[in-house]
């Protein structure tokens, strides 16, 4: 029984869809892989980080160390989107469909494959960026605080 063919675009549209919750790992290496599972346990960190802000204020020094691993999660995600959106045919097929010809078609790039390595680079980057800035500020604000507390 040979298995079905992995779809490269359906592959990257679930890397940048529901990359959080690890969708695109489960689609190519089933509900087995273990590194799947680390992207809703990091997502479910970073949303518990959202929903302290919320009830606790910025203040909450744990909310901001939580925050971070929720951009981690969708950025890697998109990482992966990317990379299996620039693979060319052959490379994809070797991955994923080694007993399929270096030239299938399940490896082929089309437009919607474009569209999503688009919204990949866009999403990918505002997550890991808004996450940086965020935990980056929240650092220099304690430590603004810390030193308030010692010169007086």
């Not at 693979?87 to 999503?116: H, I, Q």
Request: charged content about 15%; glycine content about 12%; aromatic content about 12%.
């Amino acid at each position: 029984m040979t298995a079905r063919p992995r779809n490269k675009t359906l592959t990257v549209w679930l890397a940048v869809l529901g990359g959080s919750m690890g969708l695109h790992r489960f689609y190519l290496r089933g509900l087995g892989d273990w590194i799947g599972w680390l992207h809703p346990i990091a997502a479910g960190l970073g949303w518990w980080g959202v929903e302290r802000v919320q009830e606790l204020g910025q203040d909450d020094k744990l909310a901001w160390v939580l925050i971070p691993f929720l951009g981690a999660s969708i950025a890697t995600s998109c990482l992966a989107g990317i990379v299996y959106a620039l693979s060319d045919r052959a490379k994809w097929n070797g991955w994923f469909n080694p007993d399929l010809d270096a030239e299938s078609v399940a490896g082929g790039t089309n437009w919607l494959t474009m569209g999503a390595l688009v919204l990949a680079l866009l999403v990918g980057t505002i997550a890991f960026m808004g996450s940086l800035a965020f935990g980056i500020q929240r650092y220099f604000e304690y430590q603004i605080e810390e030193a308030r507390k010692i010169s007086q």
